[in-house]
């Protein structure tokens, strides 16, 4: 194994009692990408099941891999459909990359910067849990959104929303939503109305790139088909739009285990019912939007599947699933229908939910303490 | 026959090497040692000094908090050597047996003129007594408390372990004496077996019976008092294994200590995994070369199952309470890629990231490699999965953790044992040492509370 032999030579200066010991973490971090440790098991369980978490983390990756391809190839689709120059596949496909992957590559480099810093100065190893979220950061971003504004975008969800709480494992809001939130709030202009959906919107008068739903908060009409919808070629986020292929993944992650089914079942029937019930009532265009149109538009399919089932921040009984994803869904029309200025709900009811998420585990909980105090009492109290 | 306790959560883990209903023959070793460390909690306050003879039986040491419990010798010849660690602490206790077993021996009335306070002296005494262990807390039982019960699982489903039923095949008179004897100790004694048993276990008088579905860990017993009778605070429940039921009744037959093991040697690099009448505390070399190992490398091996047991190596000898030795291959290797999903299938996973799932007859030769590294908790769900028990795993680990008592006691702290929480130590993503977390919240408890 001549690799393994001069890793091993590379390593040694950052070995136990060592040079460069503090920064072991950086070092390993690579180290273990190439190669499963050779550590064995020294107390518990003699042995140990084959997963671990970059396993888990690189099935997330596989799973998002199919809606990032149709957003990469959306995003040169919208631009070329509405700017009306006849264009193949690849051409669409090139657009879209030349766009996104410099934003992959801010996100990546920015993100795990600071991840591997804190790795160093907590003396702790890197956790693979960055590599999911620098890629979801790009995929739910406007495709014009500048690379500076995605690099600050990102530094603020690592350092505010995960490393201020103790890092990985600890965080309470999903990191990657965070960004996106910190965008929306910090650079409003740049992340909602009809210019930023479609590439070079802002550049060429002829691109009009409204999403769907704000066409509908502003009072339009919506000229999609429902198959387009679901399909995905419409303007958005960049790897939003399209369910079909937000679906595949949902069904590797379901398949594997790996994303919470029960989060995704609750939160897409806790959407479906409240707005079947708005369109009963139909006081406005959202209300009225048919309710299966409401699963298939919009950040509601990407948001369910990937970012509410983020394992650290959702609720982690199985009962408080459950609970946690009806009242995403809720939550999600909610917003919808009720604030014309967000007409994107998805995204603040994850937060909101992300922050109720401990209180409901909690509640959960406590009803298993509650079940066992009173036996307790039953006990003390001798049947007569 | 139907099942009254059913349990749906759990892992069988498919491992290569179990013990074929055989036995093998070794030639008998002249060295034998005792562990302290078996029984947890115990500081050994020594009665015989080094170079001393001994007989089978006598009394070598006893429980500094409990004077009255007794640890014995297994064989009869010289105390040669007593190994001490750091602080003094008595690590073994090493004897060279004369092969001649001159035994102590203890007058024993007959057992239906036998009272409880009688019984329970000459367990004490006899050396008996350190078999019968204690939940919650798992450690040797406290002779002054009255157990809610008594609880002996009938059945193991941990991964290669002894099988009950053929072990206790030529010692069924025994167990049904044993089983008398501890009536008198306890309101009530709980025998489960599994659902399917067919074996003399069925039929034994004298026990509430259980037949129990599951699998692992629906043998451990912590997990059947958990659906059986759950412990609340302030109660205690005696739990003993079955081998050690039948050694009880063979002792008030005979009036001397039994230290005989029937021993299953198995694992994946075990030539010939099969059961060996063995002694309690035997050194474990001349029991591997009667099995043969085929290993290329280091191996491990452990006193007890792989799950739960604990490590010993070649010049080791066998624990107090194990009737398992296993045998497995030290994973102390790189592999290159391999935290990639679905490669590498040739490693079991519960977890269907990797493909070992469309395999459910597969059985695998697994290492001791963890298979990654220790990780923060992120994902959920999993432990739940491995505990048949109405306790949130996570939940418990956590408070346990920030030794929390309030907290611990509401989350059920009384009714686990590590042994519950092997399964979730294998499991882990995150690669958490749960059995380990647990004995040491115990070790708070027992301190804070008593």
Known sequence: MKLRERLDAIKKPFGKGQKFERFAPAVNAFDTFLFVPNHTTHKGAHIRDGVDLKRTMVTVIIALLPAFIYGVYNTGYQYFIQSGIAFTFWDALLHGALKIMPMVAVSYGVGLAIEFAFAVYRGHEVNEGYLVTGLLVPMIMPVDIPLWMVGLSVAFAVLIAKEAFGGTGMNILNPALTARAFAFFAYPTYMSGNKVWVSEASNVDGISGETILGSLAAGNDVSYSMFDMFVGAIPGSIAETSTLWVLVGAAILILTGVGSWRIMVGGVLGAAATAFLFNLWGANALMSFNWMNHLIVGGFAFGVVFMATDPVSAAQTTKGKWIYGVLVGIFCILIRVFNPAYPEGVMLAILLMNVFAPTIDHYVVEGNIKRRKKRLNASLTPAS | ?450
């Open chain 2, 1 to 450: 026959m139907s099942a009254d306790i059913t349990l749906k959560k759990g892992l069988n883990i498919p491992l290569k090497g179990d013990a074929s209903k055989v036995y093998s023959t070794h030639k008998t070793s002249n060295t034998f040692t005792v562990y302290p460390d078996d029984f947890h909690g115990v500081v050994p306050k020594m009665i015989v000094k080094e170079g001393e003879n001994v007989s089978l039986g006598q009394p070598i040491f006893f429980s500094k908090a409990h004077p009255e419990i007794q640890f014995v010798s297994p064989v009869s010849g010289t105390l040669t050597k007593i190994v001490r660690g750091a602080k003094r602490r008595i690590l073994e206790i090493e004897f060279a047996s004369d092969g001649k077993d001159k035994a102590t021996k203890h007058k024993v009335t007959a057992l239906e003129k036998l009272a409880a306070d009688e019984l329970k002296s000459l367990l004490l005494a006899s050396g008996c007594w350190p078999f019968i262990k204690q939940r919650p807390y798992d450690v040797v039982a406290n002779p002054n408390t009255t157990p809610k019960g008594i609880f002996i699982s009938g059945f193991t489903t941990a991964p290669l372990a002894a099988d009950v039923a053929f072990v206790l095949e030529s010692q069924q008179e025994d167990f049904q004496n044993g089983i008398h004897a501890l009536t008198k100790l306890a309101p009530k004694v709980h025998l489960s077996v599994a659902a399917d048993d067919t074996s003399f276990l069925s039929s034994v008088q004298g026990v509430e019976m259980h037949r129990v579905k599951g699998i692992h860990p629906a043998g451990n017993v912590g997990v059947q008092i958990h659906h059986i009778d759950p412990i609340n605070a302030g109660e205690t429940a005696w739990v003993i294994n079955p081998e050690d039921v039948a050694r009880i009744g063979r002792f008030l037959a005979t009036g001397t200590f039994d230290p005989s093991r029937t021993v299953a040697v198995v694992g994946p690099v075990v030539e010939k995994p099969s059961y060996l009448k063995s002694r309690i505390g035997e050194a474990v070399a001349p029991l591997l070369e009667a099995v043969g190992i085929n290993a290329n490398g280091q191996v491990r091996i452990v006193n007890g199952d792989v799950l739960s047991g604990s490590t010993t190596h070649a010049d080791g000898n066998l624990g107090f309470y194990n009737n398992t030795l296993s045998v497995l291959a030290e994973g102390n290797h790189y592999r290159m890629f391999g935290w990639l999903p679905f490669v590498g299938s040739n490693i079991f996973s519960m977890s269907r990231t990797s493909l070992s799932w469309l395999m459910p007859k597969r059985k695998y030769a697994l290492n001791t490699n963890m298979n990654g590294e220790e990780r923060a908790l992120v994902v959920t769900g999993e432990m739940e999965q491995v505990l048949p028990m109405d306790i949130f795993p996570m939940q418990l680990l956590k408070e346990c953790m920030a030794q929390n008592i309030e907290k611990m006691e509401g989350l059920g702290i009384y009714e686990v044992a590590p042994e519950d929480f092997a399964l979730v130590d294998y499991a882990s993503t995150s690669k958490i040492e749960a059995q380990a977390i647990i004995r040491e919240a115990l070790d708070v408890m027992i301190k804070e509370v008593g």
